[in-house]
């Protein structure tokens, strides 16, 4: 009997805090190609802020890396060549870093590789999670009007010739 009524207490307060909990997060939105792009706003290894909604009229190449991923390394000087080919059209890249290091760790990376990229820093990988990131590197190109219009997972050769007449093509929009 004195079992039945502890089984019977734990199964009513097991009850009660199911009940108890709030459901109050955060409706999940879907990120995909086709969909606006979600606005944030990002500091730059300055300390300078970043807002995407800023960049409109500019296509985007949103790219989320971090510097002790080795297919992010592999990518930056393809990454390094596009934005070189891209100057003065109407074209941003942002390489977002989610090293936890933050600014030193993206500085002492490019002090070591030789190579530069207009980095932002998500060190709480918030800019991340809200676009569905799940690794890195995963890039985003978003057209003028803040639509995405392709999402890559993993590495790519943005210095590629194709890719690079891809681009142009959007800017020319």
Do not use: H
């Amino acid at each position: 009997m004195r079992n039945f009524i502890l089984w019977s207490m734990l199964c009513v307060l097991v009850a009660l805090a199911g009940c108890s909990k709030e459901q109050k997060e955060a409706p999940v939105v879907k990120v995909q190609e086709g969909s606006p792009a979600p606005d944030f706003t990002l500091r730059d290894l300055n300390g300078q802020e970043t807002r995407l909604s800023s960049l409109r009229g500019n296509v985007v190449l949103l790219n989320f890396w971090a510097t002790w991923c080795p297919p992010c390394r592999e990518e930056v000087p393809s990454m390094v060549k596009l934005n070189r080919a891209m100057a003065g059209k109407p074209f941003r890249m942002l390489a977002v870093s989610i090293d936890e290091g933050g600014k030193g760790a993206v500085e002492a990376y490019f002090k070591e590789s030789g190579s530069t990229l207009p980095a932002l820093l998500d060190t709480d990988r918030a800019v991340g999670r809200m676009y569905g990131t799940t690794g890195v590197p995963e890039t985003f190109v978003i057209d003028t009007k803040g639509v995405i219009l392709k999402k890559v997972i993993g590495p790519m050769d943005w210095g590629n010739p194709e890719v690079i007449r891809y681009l142009e093509g959007l800017t020319a929009n």
